[in-house]
């Protein structure tokens, strides 16, 4: 069956140090993979995707996430975490059975906590 | 550019009764989606729509009925609600293209009683 797993419900970070929330992923064929972020009582926003092409993918709020193919991984990364990105993070996996539109398969979230 | 719209933001429904969950897109988009997003369970598509007149089911759609009347709007009917469909509820749109990302409304947060 096709998956996503986010394995940490929460991830503890000090501000201005680096950040990664993980995310592996299970699907047949080559994946496009999706990075959410969800403020409170705020529907999910676009981060990051990565169809094809180079392993490292910038998005919005200088986030950026690196798929690694072997380990079935696309790990978000910043370089410098600020209190403002603590959010709900989700990983998302085109369902590659999904035909003419895009059904994506959430994982179940992390939680990022900044701290000042 | 308000993107996609949901209302209402919040509800409390007694067990049985009815209602219906609105949402529009100003962006042209073909597809739009229905979620549902419960604690520790991601979300998890309940219906989908690729275009005008056309609905299919997704993961959860038992106890669930849909509309899609024309491109912008794509409404959610719950005929009789049940305690288990308590939840908040999202509408996402995205454009024609399998590597289109997804556009969130945010939310219709549903209790019911």
């Known amino acids: 069956a096709q998956s996503v797993a986010q394995p940490e419900d929460q991830v503890n970070v000090a501000e201005g140090n680096p950040l990664t929330v993980k995310c592996t992923y299970s699907?047949?064929?080559?994946?496009?993979l999706f990075w959410y972020v969800q403020y409170p009582n705020r529907g999910l926003q676009f981060l990051l995707k990565?169809?094809?092409?180079?392993?490292l993918v910038k998005g919005s709020y200088g986030f950026e996430a690196e798929f690694n193919k072997s380990q079935t991984s696309f790990h978000l990364k910043k370089p410098s975490a600020l209190v403002s990105d603590s959010a709900l993070y989700f990983c998302?996996?085109?369902?590659?059975?999904?035909?003419?539109?895009?059904?994506?398969?959430f994982g179940a979230g992390t939680r990022l906590a900044v701290h000042p | 550019n308000a993107g996609v719209t949901q209302t209402p933001k919040f509800q409390v429904l007694k067990t049985g009764q009815s209602m219906t969950l609105q949402c529009a897109q100003d962006m042209n988009h073909e597809y739009m989606y229905w979620y549902r997003q419960d604690p520790g369970m991601g979300l998890r598509l309940i219906h989908y729509s690729v275009g005008e007149g056309t609905t299919a089911k997704g993961e959860v759609p038992d106890g669930y009925n849909v509309s899609r009347l024309n491109k912008r709007e794509f409404s959610l009917r719950l005929e009789s609600a049940a305690p288990s469909q308590t939840s908040v509820y999202f509408c996402?749109?995205?454009?024609?293209?399998?590597?289109?990302?997804?556009?969130f409304g945010d939310g219709t947060r549903l209790s019911i009683l």
């Open positions: 699907v047949s064929g080559n994946p496009y």
């Open positions: 996402a749109s995205n454009l024609v293209g399998s590597n289109q990302p997804q556009h």
């Open positions: 998302a996996v085109r369902d590659t059975f999904s035909g003419g539109y895009n059904k994506l398969i």
């Open positions: 990565y169809i094809t092409g180079d392993n």
